[in-house]
């Protein structure tokens, strides 16, 4: 059985906690790794008492009562202090990772020690000059920028993650706390502390989609209405509401633009195309198929955008994430597959047109299969494997972008023994036990194996 997921305020709580450092007092390293343009994240959610009778420091005498996958027991970790804290548990005691987890958040809570401030007019300045850094760092380099739109490298959107991490978080996380610090120190109730709030909830679901990847439904957008009472405050001009919603506009139409003459104009599997609106257009292909075409502008796209496309036009063929920056939740993606609609990034999009079917609504790009395939066996290398055997995988996993379970094939040689295959099975489940997708091995000897045939076989060894 697949484990369940950290539930959402425990991981935000354990990223407050931490600062994005690992919680290993004797390391401290920082969970972003930089290599030339890409970022990529070494945060671990490590359990300080594993699950099981054999997880790590599973004999403790809090095991039997302490909730496993609550606050208490675990600790954000880079990749490296996870796995020496696992495979040397006896060197690192229960006690002990939980005073490194105490100091640390002791550390983390003294680099944000909020001053005490009695002047509103000052307070809020130092809101409104946050407010500021973060809107000049969103215009020059967020969803909606020139630079998102026109640029092709990729550039702006890792500049773009990596001012979320180094600047737009920490300037959210100042701003609440100011206002939080010093709530007491003006007349109940404080208008400005109530306005907060609202900030505050985009503030949550930001940091949960830039770190714990966690794309909501209801995901709340930057609330203009926080910026422009800071600024009414301060006796500042206040910009036009309807800007924003025009800039969305034009960005949409010239994206549509832009998909049609840069990307799919000389597309070799398109016959003709035709711009219906600033979100949809028409695409007759080379085998006969038309299909009507919705792209949606939205940062992150769910299963409430999905509702919102279909009452503008219940026939959508495809919907394509139109922001260079977008991306969609699986939980939408299953819900498009469902009503027989396509969900797309563009680079999808202009690969899935090829299929028809269920191989165009599920259609699985050939870097995403090379990466998952090398995921897979980089995960096997850490189960006992033992030489003349073999382990294939097939089936929706190499085929599809949703997948409900990990299908293996697991071939032994004839003069292996029952118990060295049962060994080799149970070495493989537990590498396999903290993913999300169900693992199915199906055992067999060679001359099993060479008999073997299946239906749209796409076998595949990985070891």
């Known amino acids: 059985m697949s484990r369940k997921n950290i539930p959402t305020n425990i991981a935000r709580k354990l990223w407050a906690q931490c600062g994005g450092f690992c919680q290993n007092q004797n390391c401290n390293k920082y969970l972003f790794a930089r290599v030339e343009d890409d970022v990529v994240s070494l945060a671990n959610v490590a359990h300080i008492i594993g699950h099981g009778k054999n997880g790590p420091r599973s004999e403790h005498e809090l095991a039997e009562y302490i909730d496993k996958d609550g606050m208490a027991n675990l600790i954000m970790l880079c990749l490296e202090c996870h796995k020496i804290v696992d495979e040397l548990e006896s060197k690192f005691s229960v006690e002990e990772m939980q005073t490194w987890k105490a100091a640390h958040e002791l550390k983390i809570n003294s680099l944000f020690d909020f001053p005490q401030i009695c002047d509103e007019r000052k307070l809020i300045?130092?809101?409104?000059?946050?407010?500021?850094?973060?809107?000049?760092?969103?215009?020059?380099?967020?969803?909606?920028?020139?630079?998102?739109?026109?640029?092709?490298?990729?550039?702006?959107?890792?500049?773009?993650r990596r001012r979320c991490l180094d600047t737009i978080l920490p300037n959210n996380q100042r701003i609440i706390g100011l206002i939080e610090a010093n709530k007491r120190n003006f007349p109940y109730p404080w208008e400005v502390y109530r306005q907060m709030m609202g900030y505050k909830l985009h503030a949550d679901?930001?940091?949960?989609?830039?770190?714990?990847?966690?794309?909501?439904?209801?995901?709340?957008?930057?609330?203009?209405?926080?910026?422009?009472?800071?600024?009414?405050?301060?006796?500042?001009?206040?910009?036009?509401?309807?800007?924003?919603?025009?800039?969305?506009?034009?960005?949409?139409?010239?994206?549509?633009?832009?998909?049609?003459?840069?990307?799919?104009?000389?597309?070799?599997?398109?016959?003709s195309m035709?711009?219906?609106?600033?979100?949809?257009?028409?695409?007759?292909?080379?085998?006969?198929?038309?299909?009507?075409?919705?792209?949606?502008?939205?940062?992150?796209?769910?299963?409430?955008?999905?509702?919102?496309?279909?009452?503008?036009?219940?026939?959508?063929?495809?919907?394509?994430?139109?922001?260079?920056y977008g991306t969609y939740t699986p939980e939408a993606k299953a819900l498009c597959i469902e009503n027989r609609i396509g969900l797309f990034t563009l680079k999808q999009f202009m690969g899935a047109i090829h299929k028809n079917g269920d191989e165009f609504l599920n259609y699985l790009l050939q870097n995403e299969r090379c990466n998952r395939l090398r995921n897979l066996k980089s995960l096997l290398c850490k189960a006992s494997v033992p030489s003349g055997f073999q382990v294939y995988i097939f089936g929706s996993y190499l085929r599809r972008e949703l997948y409900k379970d990990i299908d293996l094939i697991l071939v032994y040689p004839i003069e292996a023994d029952q118990e060295l295959i049962s060994s080799t099975v149970e070495s493989i489940n537990q590498v396999f036990e903290d993913r999300s997708s169900q693992l199915d091995i199906t055992v067999c000897s060679e001359a099993e194996y060479e008999t073997m045939s299946l239906e749209d076989d796409n076998r595949t060894r990985i070891r």
């Open 125 to 160: 300045e130092q809101v409104n000059d946050l407010l500021i850094e973060n809107k000049i760092i969103f215009e020059e380099y967020g969803p909606f920028s020139n630079q998102a739109l026109r640029g092709t490298s990729g550039d702006a959107l890792t500049l773009w």
């Open 205 to 271: 679901s930001f940091r949960d989609n830039c770190l714990l990847e966690k794309k909501v439904n209801d995901y709340k957008l930057f609330p203009r209405e926080f910026d422009d009472f800071i600024k009414q405050r301060l006796g500042l001009p206040v910009e036009n509401r309807e800007r924003r919603s025009q800039e969305e506009l034009e960005f949409r139409n010239a994206t549509v633009s832009k998909y049609i003459e840069n990307f799919l104009a000389n597309h070799s599997f398109i016959n």
């Open 274 to 324: 035709e711009k219906l609106n600033i979100a949809m257009f028409d695409v007759d292909l080379k085998d006969g198929r038309s299909l009507r075409v919705f792209a949606t502008n939205t940062y992150f796209f769910t299963e409430y955008t999905f509702e919102q496309v279909r009452a503008i036009d219940p026939a959508i063929d495809a919907i394509i994430c139109s922001n260079p």
